[in-house]
């Protein structure tokens, strides 16, 4: 029995997770290929694929992994730009019992290195070269080399191929039970070490039948999808909804605002989710374009703190789109899935929507808080996690009755809508004094000279720690430190707030899923810092 198993048997012994029945997605898409076997799953811009030809290039995949000695419950792991490729890698991974993990392409020796030991890969797929960066040189030079590794789009000379492994002849599916691993997806590591995140095929399943239901998805919608396939923001909407909700899948090699609004409008997609930066983008270039998008008609903005004034912006912007924020984590995806139309979403722009898990908010001594106030969110439902590959990381991980602790706060709101009001341990403590750094971020956005803001804590002698803004200004425009106090004070925020220094930038550092990264400001502001004194 492989390390893997004995977590998941670990776990099941444990029942911390709740007992979800649902489908996995091989078995839908043995099913729905006989349903309808010329209807599009995916497109990007090498190709277009229709269900039959994805379950026959995904059976001749795991068939040619087979002879390979790539047996199920065997760890299959992809570190792919979005292309159609990744798709068809995870549904042979459906089919033939592989546990998937997805790699950003950001990765380097250290992440890989770290994940590669966890896991224990035993096929990788990789580019040959992506953006000018060359990966089979990266992944030889690892010490932790999975024994199968196959280029993706690679030239005669770049050894075992996908394309190669396609030449097999399609092998009998060998599907596996829907409480089994299916995906192993790591944190983007921004704090400390990435965190393996276990996903079973009911877990995944739960979570797109309930929120492709709430955002009523269907045949007619088609996603578009930006967001890295290598984290779970880009994943599902590419791997999943297509095959169960029966929409179609248009893949995007990275993010252009004024390419997306072209592609947009001439694909007619009707579905975008993406964070903060994704939102403030299109809506610029829509601008620009002069375009208002009418295929649109739902964006789902999370993954970071997104200003409710960006919300009615865009809501004014495209007419006919549904804006809303949107709630959750690797851990439990989509806690609050948004808002059900347009008239909530003008109301509850401050809010991240409605909750539609079991949730609790808790006092620092785990009971629950009166009515509206604020605390820890805990949660529970059919898309939580199994667990944490590493036993480790489960530690002050869930409440004793199977709550996940999702390391924000927030209050509940007509006992129905969320609203976070900040990070459990995002918290700067000033003079004793806990500063919420989520609170002033919507604070300053409020400002018509800001575009994006961003607010850390800086160690301090005297007082502890003290509040330090960054903030990206709007084109053309003035944001200094004597405006900064005039607008808080106006806004009648209290002084012990204000922050105590504040730094321009021309840009926002972000993660790989397009989270402000603290870490990147936290070190630029030492430099600066140093640069002063």
Request: include cysteine; hydrophobic fraction near 45%; charge should be negative.
């Amino acid at each position: 029995m492989s390390v893997l198993d004995e977590r998941l048997v670990a776990l099941k012994s444990a029942r911390r997770h709740i007992e979800v029945e649902g489908s996995s997605l091989g078995a839908v898409a043995l099913e729905r290929v006989l349903e309808d076997p010329d209807r599009i799953v995916v497109a990007d811009v090498e190709r277009v694929l229709t269900r039959a030809e994805m379950v026959d290039t995904a059976r001749r995949l795991g068939g040619a992994l087979l002879s390979r000695g790539v047996a199920p419950g065997s760890v299959v792991a992809f570190q792919l730009p979005n292309w159609w490729e990744a798709c068809v890698i995870n549904l042979a991974a459906a089919l033939f019992g592989f546990r998937l993990v997805p790699l950003l392409t950001i990765y380097r020796a250290a992440e890989l290195g770290t994940i590669f030991r966890a896991c224990g890969v035993d096929a990788l797929f990789i580019p040959e070269s992506h953006r000018g960066f060359d990966f089979p040189p990266l992944v030889a030079s690892l010490p932790e080399r999975p024994p199968h590794v196959f280029t993706v789009r690679g030239s005669a000379s770049a050894g075992d191929t996908f394309e190669d492994l396609l030449l097999h002849e399609p092998a009998e599916a060998r599907l596996s039970a829907s409480d089994d691993v299916k995906m192993i997806l790591f944190t983007s590591g921004s704090t400390g070490r990435p965190k393996g995140v276990m996903h079973s095929h009911a877990t995944i399943d739960a979570l797109i039948r309930r929120t492709g239901e709430f955002w009523r998805i269907g045949e007619r919608d088609r996603l578009f999808i930006p967001s890295p396939i290598g984290h779970i923001g880009g994943s599902i909407y590419a791997f999943e909804f297509p095959w169960i909700t029966g929409c179609v899948a248009h893949l995007v090699d990275g993010w252009d605002p004024d390419e997306a609004v072209e592609l947009i409008d001439r694909h007619g997609a009707t579905f975008m989710a993406g964070a903060t930066p994704f939102l403030a983008g299109l809506v610029a270039a829509a601008e620009r374009a002069d375009s208002r998008l009418p295929s649109l008609r739902r964006f789902i903005c999370g993954g970071a703190s997104v200003p409710p004034e960006l919300v009615h912006r865009a809501l004014a912007r495209f007419p006919f789109t549904t804006v809303s924020r949107a709630y959750g984590s690797t851990e439990v995806p989509l806690v609050c899935p948004g808002v059900r139309d347009r008239g909530e979403a003008e109301e509850r722009a401050d809010t991240d929507g409605e909750c539609t898990a079991e949730l609790k908010i808790l006092s620092d001594d785990d009971r629950p808080v009166a009515g509206g106030a604020s605390g820890e969110i805990v949660v529970r439902a059919p898309q939580m996690l199994l667990g944490y590959l590493d036993p480790a990381d489960d530690e002050d991980g869930f409440t004793e009755d199977g709550f996940f602790r999702m390391g924000d706060l927030g209050r509940l709101i007509d006992a129905r809508f969320l609203q976070i009001t900040g990070r459990k341990k995002d918290i700067i403590i000033r003079k004793g004094e806990n500063i919420s750094p989520l609170e002033i971020e919507n604070a300053l956005a409020r400002h018509p000279g800001v575009r994006q803001s961003a607010v850390i804590g800086m160690p301090d002698v005297d007082r502890g720690e003290i509040v330090v803004a960054f903030v990206l200004p709007t084109d053309g425009g003035h944001f200094g430190f004597s405006d900064m106090t005039a607008h808080l004070e106006r806004l009648g925020l209290a002084r012990q707030k204000f922050p105590e220094r504040l730094h321009v930038v021309p840009a926002m550092p972000t993660t790989a899923v397009g989270k402000v990264d603290k870490k990147q400001l936290k070190s630029l502001a030492i430099d600066m810092e140093g640069a002063a004194a």
